[in-house]
């Protein structure tokens, strides 16, 4: 079973729309959790972190059920530049050097 | 807003050459990493480094890669005898350090080999 899965999409939706992201992980010691995104070519950059009383920045609200291992990325009211490829990551446990565990993201495109 | 730098952003080398990468971190950073991303695959863990040492790394870390921290300021990744299944982009990242702490991506850098 992979460490982290993702629906690879596409997703594609037009400006305005609500799309949501889900992602399951497999180790249930998994200490955080963060959604990334990933232009084309380009390196990843923190979208958000997840905590388990779920969050909120603007136009996204991340969820996290630690009981399903189970994590979610809501985005409202979609703009074009929100096209992009969303990733969502784990760290394996707590401590000061924390590798990365990244899913294989889930394509997003929205268009006019 | 301080990033983290990384050269050359693209590298081109011949089957068993080796490469260095350099990558040159936020500058009150602690922790160091490289990962590397095969074209349409995943974000690959490499290796993390955290006080001039080699804090993990990954099974794909094997003796042809090696880390450095030379001078205080550069980050660099070295890979001994090229193959063609390296061909990747290669980012380095860094973070201030403990849990939860984000980790800052660099450009990448895109090598080729041939």
């Known amino acids: 079973r992979k460490e982290v899965e993702q629906d690879p999409g596409p997703f594609n939706v037009p400006e305005g729309a609500t799309v949501a992201f889900n992602c399951t992980y497999s180790?249930?010691?998994?200490?955080?959790f963060f959604w990334y995104r990933q232009d084309c070519r380009k390196e990843p950059k923190l979208l958000m972190s997840v905590y388990s009383s779920g969050n909120e920045d603007g136009r996204f609200t991340a969820q996290l059920n630690r009981a399903s291992q189970y994590i979610s990325l809501l985005i409202r009211d979609s703009k074009l530049s929100d096209s992009a490829t969303y990733l969502c990551?784990?760290?394996?446990?707590?401590?000061?050097?924390?590798?990365?565990?990244f899913g294989a993201g889930t394509r997003l495109a929205v268009h006019p | 807003e301080p990033e983290v730098t990384q050269t050359p952003s693209h590298q081109v080398t011949q089957m068993g050459q080796e490469v260095i990468l350099r990558c040159v971190p936020i500058?009150?950073?602690?922790?160091f990493y490289w990962y590397r991303q095969i074209l349409g695959q995943k974000v690959e863990f490499l290796v993390s480094f955290y006080n001039n040492e080699i804090s993990e790394k990954s099974e794909i870390f094997d003796d042809q890669f090696s880390v450095e921290r030379p001078d205080g300021s550069n980050f660099t990744l070295k890979i001994r005898s090229t193959k063609l299944e390296d061909s990747a982009m290669y980012f380095c990242?860094?973070?201030?350090?403990?849990?939860?702490?984000?980790?800052?991506f660099g450009p990448g850098t895109r090598l080729l080999v041939l």
């Open positions: 990242a860094s973070s201030q350090g403990q849990v939860q702490e984000t980790q800052y």
């Open positions: 500058s009150n950073h602690l922790y």
């Open positions: 990551v784990v760290t394996p446990f707590s401590g000061g050097y924390n590798k990365l565990i």
């Open positions: 180790n249930s010691a998994s200490q955080s």
